[in-house]
């Protein structure tokens, strides 16, 4: 198996290996790690199929930039003809008619696609635990979560079962599990890559992004994936410039801490002193480091769940037991097809979350939940920018603690909330953000530094990135 893509392509070019043996081989690797329930679907077919053209293109040296490179996909990312579910029982047996926009570009340079992955469904939740296929085991301490909701990509990357996967992150999805399992997650700015093939939660906050080993692979896919697209009105046209000639970086920056989040009282000791111990040797090195306030941090959470709920009422509206997925078999006329369906289809946490959101969109309630919320939002991007004039960069904490135990906080929506606590903030303000796994807890788990930089500033914060992951 391969630590990262770098290293696959110098084996690829010294023939020592084939794109067709890699997959083989990661398909074995799958096979006997198929307990962490990381994998939904094996691809094998089409994954070795792409495996043998690509091998012919290297051949005929007219491979793409990412020849060989074994990616997984989120349960809930569009790969034409092959199964996409977003783990609900409502989407069973539901075949893709198209590929996402990332997955196009992706395959376009000879990516391959080897399977899809396990998620919370439609990515609700923050542990895994909320997938209609059973909870993703965490390779490090299987007694443990993987994080979600993009819990199997964190996993499969951990596990070493691809070389890359890819996730989403409406308000954490993507950092909050890189964090539980010692991994990078990367969120880009919000319209940096296109949604389009992406199933909705809250199209808002929504945003595709990928879990790596190492920044140069985070980078390198990145890169590949955004810029404008003629499918997705909300991505914007900015030109997405090279990340990876860009890793290496001598520039001394302005770094700020919010001191709201450092001295909060849900984070743990241990992570807290990592912190203040990787401020110590940025100064060191010349970066200068500040604490500032932000005023916002006990709004965030409440913000996020009004709105996202919101958004998600509306989207799920199409998953009516008519047009395609799960019909119930207990339908009798019009009202019960609609009622039993979503009844039978969706899990808990999604009709939790449905029903929410309907509440703070319907009359008498709409001002005084749901504008407020936008408002509240408004105020949060407001500071995040004015604070990002006077620092370059944002450091912090990706969460409060490590991977909880499997089935620890299961009936306690709330907390289950605020593991999200650190990580809403870069999804309300739309900015990029990325967990570094930086930290090793006296527990044996690893834990997550997140770091978040200006709107469309992916350059400058991978390359930042780079230079933490080498203190």
């Given at each position: 198996?391969?630590?990262?893509?770098?290293e696959?392509?110098k084996?690829?070019?010294?023939?020592?290996?084939?794109?067709?043996?890699?997959?083989?081989?990661?398909?074995?690797?799958?096979?006997?790690?198929k307990?962490?329930?990381?994998?939904?679907?094996?691809?094998?077919?089409?994954a070795?199929?792409?495996?043998?053209l690509?091998?012919?293109?290297?051949?005929?040296q007219?491979?793409g930039?990412?020849?060989?490179?074994?990616?997984?996909?989120?349960?809930?990312?569009?790969?034409e003809?092959?199964?996409?579910s977003?783990?609900?029982?409502?989407?069973?047996?539901?075949?893709?008619?198209?590929?996402?926009?990332?997955?196009?570009?992706?395959?376009?340079e000879?990516?391959?696609?080897?399977?899809r992955?396990?998620c919370d469904?439609?990515?609700?939740?923050?542990s895994?635990e909320?997938?209609?296929?059973?909870?993703?085991?965490n390779?490090?301490?299987?007694?443990?979560?993987?994080?979600?909701?993009?819990?199997?990509?964190?996993?499969?990357?951990?596990?070493?079962?691809?070389?890359?996967?890819?996730?989403?992150?409406?308000?954490?999805?993507?950092?909050?599990?890189?964090?539980?399992?010692?991994v990078?997650?990367?969120?880009?700015?919000?319209?940096?890559i296109?949604?389009?093939?992406l199933?909705?939660?809250?199209?808002?906050?929504?945003q595709?992004?990928?879990?790596?080993?190492?920044?140069?692979?985070?980078?390198?896919?990145?890169?590949v994936?955004?810029?404008k697209?003629?499918?997705?009105?909300?991505?914007?046209?900015?030109?997405?410039?090279?990340?990876?000639e860009?890793?290496?970086?001598?520039?001394?920056?302005?770094?700020g801490?919010?001191?709201?989040?450092?001295?909060?009282?849900?984070?743990?000791p241990?992570?807290?002193t990592?912190?203040?111990?990787?401020?110590?040797?940025?100064?060191?090195?010349?970066?200068?480091?500040?604490?500032?306030?932000?005023?916002?941090?006990?709004?965030?959470?409440?913000?996020?769940?009004?709105?996202?709920t919101?958004?998600?009422?509306?989207?799920?509206?199409?998953y009516?037991?008519?047009?395609?997925?799960?019909?119930?078999?207990?339908?009798?006329?019009?009202e019960?097809?609609?009622?039993?369906s979503?009844?039978?289809?969706?899990?808990?946490?999604v009709?939790?979350?449905?029903?929410?959101?309907?509440?703070?969109l319907?009359?008498?309630?709409?001002?005084?939940y749901?504008?407020?919320?936008?408002?509240?939002r408004?105020?949060?991007?407001?500071?995040?920018k004015?604070?990002?004039t006077?620092?370059?960069?944002?450091?912090?904490?990706?969460?409060?603690?490590?991977?909880?135990?499997?089935?620890?906080?299961?009936?306690?929506?709330?907390?289950?909330?605020?593991?999200?606590?650190?990580?809403?903030?870069?999804?309300?303000?739309?900015?990029?953000?990325?967990?570094?796994?930086l930290?090793?807890?006296?527990?044996?788990?690893?834990?997550?530094?997140?770091?978040?930089?200006?709107?469309?500033?992916?350059?400058?914060l991978?390359?930042?990135?780079?230079?933490?992951?080498?203190i």
């Amino acid at each position: 198996m391969f630590s990262s893509y770098s290293e696959l392509k110098k084996k690829l070019n010294s023939n020592s290996t084939n794109c067709v043996e890699v997959v083989q081989n990661y398909i074995a690797k799958i096979e006997e790690k198929k307990h962490l329930n990381a994998f939904l679907e094996v691809f094998e077919e089409s994954a070795l199929a792409q495996a043998k053209l690509v091998d012919e293109k290297l051949a005929n040296q007219t491979a793409g930039k990412l020849a060989g490179f074994v990616i997984g996909i989120k349960d809930n990312i569009c790969y034409e003809g092959h199964k996409v579910s977003s783990a609900s029982k409502i989407l069973e047996g539901f075949e893709s008619l198209y590929s996402s926009t990332a997955v196009e570009r992706l395959l376009a340079e000879d990516a391959i696609i080897i399977g899809r992955l396990n998620c919370d469904e439609f990515a609700m939740g923050s542990s895994n635990e909320n997938s209609s296929k059973g909870n993703v085991l965490n390779p490090i301490q299987e007694d443990r979560v993987p994080g979600g909701s993009s819990g199997g990509s964190a996993a499969a990357v951990a596990a070493g079962l691809c070389i890359a996967t890819l996730g989403s992150d409406t308000g954490g999805s993507i950092r909050q599990p890189a964090s539980f399992c010692g991994v990078v997650g990367f969120k880009p700015t919000y319209g940096r890559i296109s949604r389009w093939g992406l199933l909705a939660y809250a199209s808002s906050f929504d945003q595709i992004g990928p879990f790596t080993t190492n920044i140069e692979d985070a980078a390198l896919l990145t890169q590949v994936m955004a810029g404008k697209d003629e499918f997705d009105s909300t991505v914007s046209a900015l030109e997405v410039g090279n990340y990876v000639e860009s890793l290496s970086s001598d520039k001394k920056l302005k770094i700020g801490i919010p001191r709201q989040v450092i001295e909060s009282k849900g984070l743990s000791p241990e992570i807290k002193t990592t912190i203040f111990d990787l401020v110590t040797k940025l100064k060191l090195k010349g970066h200068k480091v500040e604490e500032f306030d932000f005023p916002y941090l006990d709004y965030m959470v409440p913000t996020y769940y009004v709105l996202t709920t919101a958004e998600a009422s509306s989207n799920y509206s199409r998953y009516d037991g008519v047009h395609f997925g799960y019909r119930s078999p207990n339908a009798h006329d019009i009202e019960s097809t609609y009622v039993l369906s979503r009844t039978e289809g969706f899990g808990e946490e999604v009709k939790r979350r449905i029903m929410l959101g309907t509440f703070v969109l319907s009359s008498g309630y709409y001002d005084a939940y749901y504008t407020k919320a936008m408002k509240v939002r408004r105020l949060i991007q407001d500071k995040t920018k004015e604070v990002l004039t006077e620092f370059d960069v944002i450091l912090g904490p990706t969460t409060p603690d490590t991977a909880f135990k499997i089935g620890e906080n299961v009936k306690d929506p709330i907390t289950m909330y605020l593991q999200d606590i650190f990580t809403v903030h870069a999804n309300l303000s739309g900015n990029p953000a990325i967990s570094l796994p930086l930290g090793n807890h006296s527990n044996g788990m690893p834990f997550g530094v997140q770091v978040m930089a200006k709107p469309f500033a992916e350059k400058e914060l991978f390359a930042f990135s780079q230079e933490l992951m080498e203190i």
